[in-house]
């Protein structure tokens, strides 16, 4: 019985080192969407305050493609030591594997760390548009059937889904624009090229105030306090609305349990220190933490939201 238990505790030794002495080098989070849209600009806010606690780089890398499939492809094949993450908003954790026929990797075996933040959609729009609110854009939308472009960060992105709820909700007919990120989609809006898109306020709200966009509602059940002015979408004109984002970490399949709440314990101090909350809260999210069990239930509770809208909304990769 004695050998049996040196044994056991031999074994479980590594693991236990592994913690103690993790991070001894850099770590690498990867964005599976461009640089300049909310899932980067977020996690190089908490990213930066990590790698001050710990004194190793935590080095962001934007690996853009397949609506956040490329990026979370790659987390999900690499080592499962702790030093390989992937910081993503609900496309490839909660939403692509109701849209894709195949995906390369399970969803559902990331190890989650937990939730960063939580973050409203708005519907902006192009300034030549001729409509001043969401129940003037309904309207003209239902007068040029099919003309109304949205664009996305890409197919079956929160974005996507959110104008083919919009679509299905308050009747109207809108041509699908994807794009492989936010910054692209708000970058042609911005240039008159499409419409309408339905992201991230903080991105939406930068270019607003430059006069580049105009913004019509947020989608959220109450006003946001950084834009207090703009009404919600309910108020607006389609009651019952809601749209949000939300960006969570994880690990690799297999990542030990003790590396994972290490890097917990790093994520939700940075999320509760004040200039971090802060930058958050400046850009419309709402900072949130949170063990990795409470992530894991969130993640499980929004697939099964999202996989309703798209059932609801009858939402294909090829709307």
């Not at 902006?124 to 003209?140: F, H, I, Q, T």
């Not at 911005?190 to 306020?201: H, K, S, Y």
């Not at 919600?232 to 590396?259: D, I, K, N, R």
């Amino acid at each position: 019985m004695q050998r049996i238990l040196a044994w056991l505790l031999l074994l479980a030794l590594p693991l236990g080192a592994a913690a103690q002495s993790f991070p001894n080098k850099a770590v690498r989070v990867v964005v599976p969407f461009p640089a300049g849209g909310a899932a980067d600009s977020i996690a190089r806010i908490v990213t930066e305050r990590m790698s001050n606690k710990w004194g190793q780089p935590v080095l962001v890398e934007n690996r853009a493609g397949a609506g956040g499939n490329v990026g979370a492809d790659a987390v999900y094949r690499a080592d499962p030591d702790g030093y390989t993450l992937l910081s993503s908003p609900p496309g490839p954790l909660s939403i692509n594997h109701n849209l894709y026929k195949e995906l390369s990797f399970e969803p559902g075996r990331f190890v989650p760390i937990t939730v960063l933040c939580l973050s409203p959609n708005v519907i902006s729009a192009r300034n030549e548009l001729p409509v001043g609110s969401v129940k003037e854009l309904v309207a003209y939308a239902k007068a040029n059937p099919g003309k109304v472009s949205y664009a996305s960060q890409g197919n079956g992105s929160t974005s996507h889904l959110s104008a083919a709820m919009l679509a299905s909700m308050a009747g109207l007919q809108l041509l699908h624009v994807p794009y492989k990120g936010e910054a692209p989609a708000l970058t042609d809006l911005a240039g008159g090229r499409v419409d309408i898109f339905i992201g991230n306020l903080f991105a939406a709200l930068k270019l607003a105030q430059g006069g580049r966009i105009k913004l019509l509602g947020v989608a959220s059940e109450k006003r946001n306090a950084v834009a207090p002015d703009l009404p919600t979408v309910s108020e607006a004109g389609v009651p019952g609305f809601l749209s949000s984002a939300w960006f969570a970490l994880v690990a690799p399949p297999q990542t030990p349990a003790a590396v994972a709440r290490e890097i917990n314990a790093a994520a939700v101090e940075a999320l509760r220190s004040d200039d971090v909350r802060k930058k958050l809260l400046a850009l419309g999210a709402e900072p949130v933490g949170g063990t990795t069990a409470e992530t894991a239930a969130f993640i499980k509770d929004e697939t099964e939201r999202w996989k309703k809208v798209i059932k609801d909304a009858n939402v294909t990769l090829a709307n």
